[in-house]
């Protein structure tokens, strides 16, 4: 897709996806057979659920129809999300990847997979995993330390409780079995 094209379509499609509550992730037209596809990426700080996806893909529809924006052929408009293995590009990416693993490579060309804490102005407070039975470290990350970062899939990932548990040692979530002495 020429930038003209990709300029001229973010134009015209990330006010629509805004106005849905979304934030536009990514615009890409491919050629598939005959046919062009145009891929749009969305998302938001809260995610964005089948029907979310639903609405603003008839927005967007209804919008390329009024338009030449994809010129006169045939093309297919498919809308989605990042999905769950996603580049971390921009500063709103590392906010929503809070409570995540995610593998980085530093631009000292060393890799690091660790879970994102905290995120700031100036960069990530991460939990690095200990290995062979030690506990997990503390690091401090700057931005301008990350080359590439890239969340991880999870399929043992700890819940907030067990997380909750861990960091005080005992367990706070569920206290509707204690009794005090006088109740007993």
Sequence with gaps: MSS??????????EPLVSSQGLDLEEIAVDAVGRKRVLRVVVDSDTGADLDRIADVSRVLSA????????????YTLEVGTPGAERPLTEYRHYVRAT??????????GDELV?????TDDDGLDLE???VKGRKPTARRLAFDEIDRARVQVEFNRRDDRSAAQDATG???????NDKTEEEA
């Design 4 to 13: 003209t094209q990709s300029e001229r379509l973010r134009e015209l499609l």
């Design 63 to 74: 919008k390329l129809d009024e338009t030449d924006a994809m010129g006169s052929g045939e």
């Design 99 to 108: 409570g995540r693993l995610v593998g980085f490579r530093l631009t000292a």
């Design 114 to 118: 660790a879970r994102i804490l905290r």
């Design 128 to 130: 690095v995993p200990g």
């Design 170 to 176: 005992t367990d706070d979530t569920n206290d509707t």
